[in-house]
Each structure stands twice: as C-alpha cells, then as structure tokens.
C-alpha cells in the first residue's frame, strides 16, 4: 500500500469529510459513501482508460471466485478456451469444468511455466464462448507483454483476462478485451474488494443456477449495490486510484508514470540477477513480470540464511510460494525504486560475504 494512502486513511479513521461517522459506519446507501463509490468508479474509469461500453463492478470473492463466476455468466454452459501458463489459468481451468466444457488451448507446462505459448499456435475453437488467460501469473512470474489479439488469431470469442497480479502496473488494450477480473489486494486496496470490467454486450446471459449477487448484470443494474459492497475496500481503493492518478515521471502521468516506474524497478532486478552465478531466474526474458520476480540460489542450502539475513535488514515476505520454492520478490505498484535498490544492495552484500 502506498504510505501516503494510509496516512489519509488514519487521518479520516474517526470522522470522514467532517461527517461525524468514519466510513465503516456509514450505511452503504448513505449520500456519504455513496459519493466515495461514484468517484472512486470515476477515477479508476480515467486510471485506466476505461471506454464506456465497459462496465466497472465492485464485487466480492477475490479471484478464485471469479474462476466460477466467470463461466456462470459468460459460458452460456457451452464450450470455453484456456490458454494455461502457471499456478492461477490452471486453477481457473479447473473451476471452469463444473460450469461448461473448458478446453485447454496451450500450454506451457512442459517448459516448466517459464515461456508463453506462442499464441500462433494455440488451437482455439471456433466456437467458444470466451477464451481465458492469466496475464501476470503471480507464482511463475510470467508476464503478457502484449494482450493476444483473438479476433487476428481466427477467433470470435471475447478474451477474459485475469490481471490480478498487474492491475493497474501497465495501460490494458480494451480493444483486445472483454472481461477483466482482479481481486484488490495486489496493487489496489485492501483483500476483499474484487474489480470486474465487462462489456456491455457479455452481460445478461448468466446461467440459471448463477447466484444473483454474482449476476454481472444485476450487479451492474445496481451500481455494485445489489448486496452491501465491501465499502471499506472501495474507499481504500478510491483513495489508491487518486494517489495512481497523482504520480508523475518525466512528462508520464498515472498508469504511464507506474509503468515506467516499474519498467526500471524489473530491470535493476533482472539485471542483477543475470549477471550473477549465485542467482538465477529461469523466466525467457521476453515474458518475465514486471511485478513477481522468482528467483534461486545457485547453492539452496543457503535459502534460510538468505531469507533471515533479509528480515534483519527489513526486506521481508521473499521466500518463494511453495509449489515453485526459492526466492520471489514482489514488486507491486506501491514498492519504490528504493526497496528494489535495497533488495540488490542486500543480495550483493549477501553474495560477497559467501564468495
Ligand atoms: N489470480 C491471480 C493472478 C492471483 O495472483 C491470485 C491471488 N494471489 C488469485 C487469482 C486468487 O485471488 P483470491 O485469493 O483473491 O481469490
């Protein structure tokens, strides 16, 4: 979370814009946070460039409940296409084979999740009702660099992306996209708030056994207020959109600014990493996240040492998720260019004093 979100945060804890409530204790109906929720909409509409004919929806259930939302509105129970590159499209996969026939397209799991699939290659249906892919896979740190473009792929189908993990790190091309589905926690708010932006024409085509709160087009029918929105991550996360809106580099305002920002927090990083025998990263270089760096010691029986030399010099949350093991740094919006130069200085001081 960036620091200066926080700090406003706690400074409105007790009393928000002299309303004599703070805003867990506003009703979610209430002209107060109604105000909070509109602009917050506004101002993620602007962040990321958002065209009208998408709709923003302030829902519930993080990612792993878009998995099953996700097919519940938009499959029509018929055919759907997965494109699986980590740890989350397969998780997605598997959700969506309760709802319709999820087909896997490619895959990249005979490199070990470290290269995309060529999308001239992936063998896309005809007719499926929309194609799914990760676009940051958190746990490989495999990154799109490019939205595939579906339609001069042969297909029809609208592309439904999961952008979790980047949301908000780099501009997203709405040309190429019909749906898109993060959970807040990543680069946005706090855990609890899920983003969902979908075009006009994909809602209303929910199956029946979809839950109404779940329904895009009920949400969308009532401003997100179907049922009681996570208010708290909401205006969190308002408060996050205007701070992106803010940042500046160079001539760069907003998303272009944070891109760049994290364009030079990767490479300074990556860069490290490479020219070292004691690190490695086995991403190709033309899919690694800007966002989730994994990386291994070349000798693990060091990792311990590695990880609490780290949490003494404050550089914390670095061992790798468990399916993958080694090291992951997390970069996200909101980790400054100091924290990146402070991990690099720690690694080299870690690495010197072993060699
Ligand atoms: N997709 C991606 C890309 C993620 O990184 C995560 C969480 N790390 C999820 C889905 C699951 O999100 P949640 O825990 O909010 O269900």
Request: hydrophobic share 40%; aromatic share 8%.
């Amino acid at each position: 979370m960036p620091e200066a979100v926080l700090q406003r945060a706690a400074a409105e804890m007790l009393d928000w814009h002299g309303s004599g409530m703070g805003v867990m204790e506003m009703s979610h109906r209430g002209k107060e946070f109604g105000a909070i929720c509109t602009q917050a909409e506004a101002d993620i509409r602007e962040l990321l460039a958002v065209p009208s004919q998408f709709h923003i929806l302030f829902m519930q259930g993080g990612g792993l409940g878009e998995n099953a939302i996700v097919p519940m509105n938009l499959s029509r129970g018929t055919r759907a296409d997965f494109v699986l590159t980590g740890s989350w499209s397969i998780k997605s996969h598997k959700e969506a084979q309760r709802y319709c026939e999820a087909k896997v397209v490619a895959s990249n799991a005979a490199d070990g999740h470290t290269r995309l699939p060529d999308p001239a290659g992936w063998q896309l249906s005809a007719d499926a009702s929309y194609v799914h892919v990760c676009t940051n896979e958190t746990i490989n740190g495999i990154e799109f660099q490019q939205l595939p473009d579906l339609a001069a792929l042969g297909s029809k189908a609208p592309l439904v992306i999961d952008f979790s993990s980047h949301v908000a790190s780099r501009p997203v091309d709405w040309s190429r996209v019909g749906l898109a589905f993060g959970g807040a926690q990543k680069n946005l708010g706090p855990a609890g708030l899920t983003i969902v932006i979908v075009r006009d024409d994909l809602l209303g085509h929910a199956l029946q056994i979809c839950p109404s709160a779940f329904n895009y087009k009920t949400v969308a029918d009532n401003q997100s207020m179907y049922n009681t929105p996570p208010t708290w991550g909401i205006y969190i996360a308002g408060l996050t959109f205007q701070w992106l809106r803010e940042q500046q580099e160079g001539e760069l305002r907003g998303v272009a600014a944070m891109e760049a920002r994290n364009i030079a927090k990767a490479r300074l990083l990556y860069d490290f990493i490479d020219g070292s025998d004691f690190y490695a990263n086995k991403v190709d270089p033309g899919c690694r996240s800007r966002m989730n760096v994994p990386f291994f010691l070349a000798d693990e029986s060091r990792n311990e040492a590695f990880l609490a030399g780290a949490r003494e010099a404050g550089l914390l949350q670095l061992k790798g998720h468990k399916s993958v093991g080694g090291m992951r740094a997390s970069i996200y919006n909101a980790m400054p260019l100091g924290g990146v130069q402070a991990l690099v200085a720690y690694m080299r001081e870690f690495e010197r004093s072993r060699a």
